[in-house]
């Protein structure tokens, strides 16, 4: 204790104290990592079993035209918290959206399903009692902090650098505390890799929030320095939203609640979370794989197209005003396809009807009798009812319908975020609990990706072409 004050004895004093208190809590109520060492050999039984039974069956014929098209639905890939159907959308451990939100636990006083619940729930596949949220919620809370060293590396990007890279640059630097990249250099069993990544994947979701406000804070605020401080009794969301100044605007918060609990996870196959796994393959700690991934979702075809559709619709509105008829709608969007754009916010590379998030949202937008006599939210309506139409004349999408980011931007534009290039940074936090499935990946002991490619010499050659 030598060379402390009274003043900072007292603090640890308190820490520990709390951190004496909170081991008591986690013993009677199961957390997140007991739970997983429970379900995780159960499961790697039943993987054992069918590999052993099954291994040698054949998911479908691999065509020259996949090499070409972008892998579509080649079953490649083992993906365990979700499971995307063309027709019928998302189910996160075979629940779909509106069931999840039946179940997972809301935050006191709150209307939504909390994203600490959904992450629990993607990671362990169990339902958290209400009891086991409220502790993960504090858990999470605790783990959120962010060092110093990090928000100077924050506070050091140039403001008019996009917030997407200052984001990827941002949680690439957690992994100087990453305890899998720690306990792999110490020699760690490869049994053991899933609970150090278990670890990491709980912290990087925890600290994605602070670090993503800092970045706000410092492009359109009054700087990180400034945020206000963390309370450890609040959700992630809840902290977010304070620290980027909408504390007390409730309908900010949840929607917040909402969005990034239904943005995690989208199956293996879509930019982002597959480059978290074939990152992750490599072994690779979650921070890397993580940020590897987020530079996928800021391409405009992924991610970056909440905040395309926004720029859209209010381009829309400088055109046709805020009560459109379906006609002048159908002319806009004739107008952008003819200049060889694409429509954002609709299309999509497997669903095949209006992506369930995207009716989630208009849900919950319908519901709030402000947001629904909004004009945005009134052209993302008459987007939504002449776009499937058109883009069907058109003739070129599969999928003429919305996805989830036809309808998400407008909701954050309504309650006060209205800088668009901030968008998918929302998008990201969420994506962060789509790292979940790199603790399956190391349960599983699956191995490093490695696919092969075919030059067209060698294409032809192979076919006798
Ligand atoms: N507007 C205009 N043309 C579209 C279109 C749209 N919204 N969606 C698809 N098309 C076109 C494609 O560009 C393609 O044209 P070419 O043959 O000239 O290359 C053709 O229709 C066939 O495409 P597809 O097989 O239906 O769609 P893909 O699987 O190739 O692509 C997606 C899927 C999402 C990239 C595409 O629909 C698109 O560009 N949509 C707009 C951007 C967008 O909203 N992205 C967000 C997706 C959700 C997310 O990841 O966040």
Known sequence: MLGLSARSVAASARVAGLRRSTAVRFQSTKGVIETLAEVIPERQEIAKKLRAEHGDKSLGDIKVENVFGGMRGLKVMLWEPSVLDANEGIRFWGKTIPECQEVLPKAPGGSQ?????????????????????????????????????????????????????????????????SKFAKAYAAGMKKSEYWKSTAEDVLDLSAKVWPIAARIYRNVYMDGGKNAPALDMSKDLAWNFANQIGHGDNNGFIEVIRLYNAIHTDHEGGNVSAHTIHLVGSALSDPFLAY??????????????????????????QKQVGNNPSPEQVKDY????????????????????????????????????????????????????????????????????????????????????????????????????????????????????????????????KFLGA
């Not at 991934?293 to 559709?309: F, K, R, S, T, Y």
């Not at 497997?350 to 939210?377: C, G, H, T, Y």
């Open 333 to 460: 969007i004739w107008s952008v396809l003819k200049s060889g754009r694409v429509i954002p916010g609709y299309g999509h590379a497997v669903l095949r009807k209006p992506d369930p998030r995207f009716m989630a949202l208009q849900q919950f937008a319908a519901n709030d009798p402000e947001v629904s006599q909004s004009p945005v939210f009134k052209l993302v309506n008459a987007m939504f009812e002449v776009a499937p139409g058109v883009l069907t004349e058109h003739g070129k999408t599969k999928n003429p319908f919305p996805n989830v980011d036809a309808g998400s931007g407008m909701l954050l534009y309504h309650y006060g975020l209205t800088q668009f290039e901030f968008y998918t940074v929302i998008f990201g936090i969420s994506r962060a609990m789509a790292s979940a499935q790199l603790v399956w990946d190391r349960a599983y002991g699956l191995p490093i990706e490695r696919p092969k490619s075919m030059s067209i010499d060698g294409l032809k």
């Open 291 to 316: 940020s590897a991934g987020l530079a996928g979702l800021a391409g405009p075809l992924h991610g970056l197209a909440n905040q395309e559709v926004l720029r859209f619709i209010l381009d829309m």
């Open 113 to 177: 399903m909390l994203p600490e619940s959904m992450l629990f729930f993607l990671l362990t596949s169990k339902v958290p009692s209400q009891a086991q949220a409220d502790q993960f919620v504090k858990e999470l809370a605790e783990r959120s902090q962010i060092s110093p060293e990090l928000e100077k590396v924050i506070d050091s990007f140039p403001k008019t650098l996009h917030p997407m890279t200052q984001f990827c640059m941002a949680v690439a630097a957690l992994n100087h505390d």
